[in-house]
């Protein structure tokens, strides 16, 4: 069964089940769902808080320390996160996840090497996840490597339950290296599977602007709908929409 895809976008306050006295029931599971949902709606800094919270529920719990992780990678806060997977490591050593984001801060931070040996590492574990496949994948797709694919691949054939975010997230790394035609197959899903997710639109729709799709102002709006706040969904609609008149213009013989 997928874990995410019924999240409730529009449920703040709302628990995970109630305790045996009534009052809601805020554990690590529930700040991480609420985590996830955050991630969704292009927060990153509140999912940030929520696995934040998730730890200091239950220090033991990976994904808050995962979670903390790769949202420190979305803010582009690459020493950071660097730390905070050294921190994770003590507690989870050599797990092959806290590697992979330790490749993936590094390979963002533009320190190639480092990445490839701390991917390197991580694919030698035992119990390799599909987070680990689709940190390999952005280090080859950096590389120019024709077996990205081939790892994309497997971070989808491992992914079980999460199948529904990882799909996303492949779809989100294709977008990230311009291979938008492939990008656009893995996103068409996560808006079906993700309909309030104001990322999600905003994914697709970027992609389909860089491929000429008039589809993409719909998309875009969709996203700004969902997250009126969203500044690189408005910044991705400007363009759709100068590209849109740009090329209607040019039929009417207007440029």
Same mark, same amino acid.
């Given at each position: 069964?997928?874990?995410?895809?019924?999240l409730?976008?529009?449920?703040?306050?709302?628990?995970? !089940?109630?305790?045996?006295?009534?009052?809601?029931?805020?554990?690590? #599971?529930?700040?991480?769902?609420?985590?996830v949902?955050? /991630?969704?709606?292009?927060?990153?800094?509140l999912?940030?808080?929520?696995y934040?919270?998730?730890?200091?529920?239950?220090?033991? /719990?990976?994904?808050?320390?995962?979670?903390?992780?790769?949202?420190?990678?979305?803010?582009?806060e690459?020493?950071?996160?660097?730390?905070?997977?050294?921190?994770?490591?003590?507690? /989870?050593?050599?797990?092959?996840?806290?590697?992979?984001?330790?490749?993936?801060?590094?390979?963002?931070?533009?320190?190639?090497?480092?990445?490839?040996?701390?991917?390197?590492?991580?694919i030698?574990?035992?119990?390799?996840g599909p987070r680990?496949? @689709?940190?390999?994948?952005? #280090?080859?797709?950096?590389?120019?490597?024709r077996?990205?694919?081939?790892?994309?691949s !497997?971070?989808?054939?491992l992914?079980?339950?999460?199948?529904?975010?990882?799909?996303?997230?492949?779809?989100?790394? @294709?977008?990230?290296?311009?291979?938008y035609?492939?990008? #656009?197959e893995?996103?068409?899903?996560? #808006?079906?599977?993700?309909? !309030?997710?104001?990322l999600?639109?905003?994914?697709?729709?970027y992609?389909?602007?860089?491929?000429?799709?008039?589809?993409?102002?719909?998309?875009?709006?969709?996203?700004?709908?969902?997250?009126?706040?969203?500044?690189?969904? !408005?910044?991705?609609?400007?363009?759709?929409?100068?590209?849109?008149?740009?090329?209607?213009?040019?039929?009417?013989?207007?440029?």
């Amino acid at each position: 069964m997928k874990r995410f895809t019924n999240l409730e976008f529009d449920d703040s306050s709302g628990s995970r !089940k109630p305790s045996g006295n009534g009052e809601s029931v805020r554990d690590a #599971v529930y700040f991480h769902q609420r985590a996830v949902q955050c /991630f969704l709606h292009s927060d990153f800094e509140l999912a940030l808080r929520n696995y934040s919270r998730a730890l200091e529920a239950n220090s033991s /719990f990976f994904d808050g320390w995962a979670g903390q992780i790769w949202m420190l990678i979305e803010l582009g806060e690459y020493p950071e996160a660097m730390v905070w997977a050294d921190k994770a490591l003590e507690s /989870f050593p050599e797990h092959p996840e806290l590697l992979a984001a330790k490749a993936v801060a590094c390979l963002r931070d533009a320190k190639f090497d480092k990445a490839k040996a701390y991917s390197d590492n991580s694919i030698s574990k035992d119990h390799v996840g599909p987070r680990i496949w @689709l940190a390999r994948a952005e #280090v080859l797709l950096q590389s120019k490597s024709r077996v990205a694919d081939n790892c994309l691949s !497997k971070a989808l054939a491992l992914s079980d339950d999460e199948s529904d975010l990882i799909r996303f997230e492949a779809g989100r790394l @294709l977008r990230r290296y311009g291979r938008y035609s492939a990008a #656009v197959e893995y996103l068409q899903e996560a #808006v079906r599977l993700f309909p !309030k997710s104001a990322l999600a639109w905003y994914e697709l729709g970027y992609c389909q602007s860089r491929l000429g799709f008039s589809q993409a102002v719909t998309s875009l709006e969709q996203s700004l709908h969902l997250h009126p706040h969203f500044d690189d969904a !408005k910044d991705a609609l400007r363009y759709a929409k100068e590209g849109f008149l740009g090329r209607l213009f040019s039929r009417l013989g207007l440029r």
